[in-house]
Each structure stands twice: as C-alpha cells, then as structure tokens.
C-alpha cells in the first residue's frame, strides 16, 4: 500500500514502536510475545494502515513467519533431539574436537556450519546444528554462546551472501548481474568476512556473556540418559548429509530448468525440487533417523515420546517468532521501507556506499534481510544499467546490498528471536551479542567488497 503519511512521520512511529517495544518488554517485562503482538497493533494504527485491514496485515506477517518458520524449528527440533538421545550429536562433536582440537571448538562448529550453510537456509540449519553445539558446550564447559555464536554467525553469512540463497539470487538477478560469478566470488568473502567478523567477534563476546539456554536436550546428568553404544560417525554423517544432498539436487535441477538445460515439464525433475524443498527435506531426514539410529537403542513409541518432549519448549519461541515477523510485517505494509529509501537515495554518495546504506535502513525498517536484500536490488538496477557495471563490479555491488541486509538484528527479525530464545538470552544480552555480531559481520562484508571495488 501507498504510505498515507510523510517520510518525517513515518519515521518517528517506527523509532516510537521499536523504543516502546523495549521497554514493555525490557523495563516492564511484560511477555515478548504480547508486546510484539501489541505494538505491532498500535504500529498498524498509528501508521495510517485503514482499520478494516489491520487485522489481515497483522496475520499476513504472522501467518508468513510461521509458514516458513514453524515446519523448519518443529522437524530440526525433532531431528535434534533424536541425534542427542542416541549419542549421535556427542559423536559428531568429538570427532569434530579429534580433529581441530579443545580449543578450536568454536572455530569447528563454525566450519562446518559454513560448510551445511551452503544451500541449507539460516533457520534450518541452525536447529539442525543445535544438539552439536549443546553436546560440545556440555562437554568443555562455559558459556553456550561461546560456540553458538560464531555457528550462527556463519550460516548467516552463507544466508545473506552465497547463492542460491534467495536473497543474493534475487540480487544478482535484478542488477542484471552473473549468478555463478556472484557464486564464485561470495564463497571466499563470506568465508573472509565470517572469520574477521563473526568469529572473532562471536568467541570474545561469548567469553564474556554466560547464558541458561533453554532445556531443548538433555542433561549429561538426566537419569534417563542413554546407556547403549552410540551410534557410528559415518552413520550420524550420512543423517545430517541427507538433507544437504536433498536440497543441493533441488537447487541444481532447478537452476538448469531455469537455463533450459532441463525441461520444465520433466516429472522427474518436478519430483526432485520437491524432495529438495527445506520442510520436505528434513521430515524425510527425521524418518531416516528413526530408520537409521533408533533401532537397537528404542523403539518408534520410545522416539515418539522424545519428539514429543522436544516440542514442548520450542512452542514459545515459534509463536514469538512469529510475533516478530508480524512486527516486520507492519512495518512493510505501512510504508516505513519505502520512506526511508526515498530519503536516502539521493544523497550523493558513491553506488556501493548508496546500496549498503539503503539495504541498512530496510533491514531497521522492517527486520528481514531478504527482503532488504531484493528490494534495495531493485530500488539501485536503474543506476547499476545506466552506469554500465560489469559483472565482477555487480558481484560486489550484491555483496554490498547484503551487507547492509545483515548489520542491526533487533527485534523486527525473527532471527533475533530465534537466537535469543534457543540460547537463553535475554533481549538486552541479544542486543549486545547477536546484534552486535550480525552489525560486525555486515562491515566486514562490506570493507572487502568495498576494498574490491576501489583496487579493481
């Protein structure tokens, strides 16, 4: 919808809704999940939306969250939950700690994350990761966020950087610019960028903040823990490898359908890209582990049971997720993006910086990076076709628009809100650890694609 109020206007609501929002639930410690709902209302309101479509405004942003969000937590959650049960997750991090020793920890989890990060989304594989990082927490001791937090931070990386994530594909594709060159070029500045500005950053801030994550896995010391032997590296491997397989041939099948390498209307191909579709993925991955690590350890009504159990504290955090999104929703939908775009699109800086600075402002406005990322694409392809880029220029340019799409997670993402809740952080210990590793990554994405473009 059209903004129905000024840019002056529409900026003081969303910098009124997001200082409210801390306080109800920073101050007043009122639930996160009634103060998003809440000052997603009075947003909607204030913001000029008209009243009979405030409540499909607030449910679209919800609904669209929880449609992407839900499936993914609930199937990770179950899958992690069955790899922790069988010992699974503890073989995964010790074969991890054999090779890059105790106190590389950190920078393991984080390596294998770039690697899973490939095609995997940033929600995804995050819950998929989750029992690996509390069985090595578990194990050396400390703060979670230790090892949380440069995991994170590099599937974030691959997210807002590396094809075929969404986001940079859009990106590259409404600048005009050249998929597999932007493919080639973002491995090693997201690699760059995730070591100087995720993992750095991540070790020293987890160092210093020590957080109660929530129960989502058992405790070394639960009477219940298992006693049986542990399931075999190769096995607990070849689990977590299904899904990166499933979702590499959706991409690849999908990509040569789209150069006319393969027929659209080949069912075999069709039969592919669904397997190869995120949610579907993973149910099949949790059916291959009950068929793969449960038997000889419990049966199907034991795994049932545990599953179940799981659930139970995710619950909180899907719905304040989706709270979220409803949030970043409203700020869409009012207009707030698009008023901040308009006041900085002509203020004379160069391309890259204009880009980087746009993409910031609509990752602030209104949380999602992806989103940021395809609309700030769209907003500069004008100045990138009338300036005669070549690809290699269009590349950075995309690494640029990523890079403002990733700095100042706060509580418009729902990525926030997932990080906060899995590792019992409190909002305020979120802002100053997740969003200050999200705002260090993006500057270090975009010092390099800024050194890039300067030198060549």
């Known amino acids: 919808m059209e903004p129905v109020h000024g840019t002056a206007y529409l ?37 000029g939306i008209p009243l009979g479509d405030v ?11 929880l449609g992407s969000v839900a499936l993914l937590v609930a199937l990770g959650v179950m899958l992690g939950r069955l790899l922790e049960r069988t010992g699974g997750a503890q073989v995964l991090a010790d074969t991890l700690i054999a090779r890059f020793g105790e106190k590389r920890a950190p920078f393991a989890l984080g390596v294998a994350a770039l690697i899973f990060g490939f095609p995997i989304f940033f929600d995804a594989g995050l819950v998929i990761f989750l029992p690996i990082i509390f069985s090595v927490a578990r194990r050396f001791g400390g703060s979670i966020l230790l090892y949380a937090l440069p995991t994170a931070g590099a599937f974030a990386a691959m997210h807002a950087i590396v094809p075929p994530h969404p986001g940079p594909v859009a990106a590259a594709d409404l600048t005009g610019g050249d998929i ?3 493919l080639i070029l973002g491995v090693p500045v997201a690699v760059v960028a995730w070591f100087v500005g995720s993992y750095l950053v991540g070790t020293r801030l987890g160092r210093r903040f020590v957080t109660t994550p929530a129960a989502l896995f058992g405790d070394a ?3 219940d823990a298992p006693t049986y032997a542990p399931p075999r590296f190769i096995a607990v491997l070849g689990v977590l490898l299904f899904p990166l397989i499933l979702i590499c041939l959706n991409t690849g099948v999908s990509t ?46 034991k795994a049932t049971a545990l599953m179940d159990d799981a659930l139970g504290p995710v619950c909180a955090i899907i719905l304040i997720t989706g709270a979220g999104g409803m949030f970043g929703g409203v700020l869409r939908a009012s207009g707030i993006g698009a008023s901040l775009t308009e006041s900085l699109s002509d203020l004379g800086f160069s391309l ?4 980087f600075l746009i993409a910031a402002a609509l990752r602030v406005a209104q949380g999602s990076a992806t989103v940021a990322l ?44 997932l990080v906060s809740r899995f590792f019992g952080m409190d909002e305020k210990t ?27």
């Open 256 to 301: 040569l359908q789209t150069a006319g390498a393969i027929s659209e209307d080949a069912p075999w191909a069709d039969a592919l890209i669904l397997l190869g579709q995120t949610p579907v993925a993973l149910l099949l991955t949790v059916l291959l582990s009950l068929v793969v690590l449960a038997p000889g350890r419990f049966s199907v009504s």
């Open 55 to 65: 409540p499909d405004t607030l449910l679209t942003g919800f609904g669209g969250t």
């Open 180 to 182: 597999g060159l932007t």
């Open 11 to 47: 900026l003081s609501v969303a910098a009124i809704a997001v200082a409210l929002l801390l306080v109800l639930i920073m101050k007043v410690k009122l639930h996160a999940f009634l103060s998003l709902v809440l000052v997603s209302l009075l947003t909607a309101v204030a913001a």
């Open 221 to 223: 010391e639960d009477a």
């Open 430 to 456: 979120t802002l100053k650890t997740w969003t200050v590793m999200e705002t260090t990554l993006g500057l270090a994405v975009f010092a390099l694609a800024s050194l890039l473009w300067v030198v060549f």
């Open 374 to 417: 395809t609309t700030t694409a769209g907003l500069v392809s004008a100045q990138v076709a009338e300036v005669g880029l070549g690809n290699f220029d269009i590349a950075l340019l995309v690494f640029a628009i990523a890079a403002g799409a990733t700095v100042l997670s706060h509580v418009n993402d729902s990525g926030f809100w």
């Open 352 to 355: 890259i910086l204009q880009a």
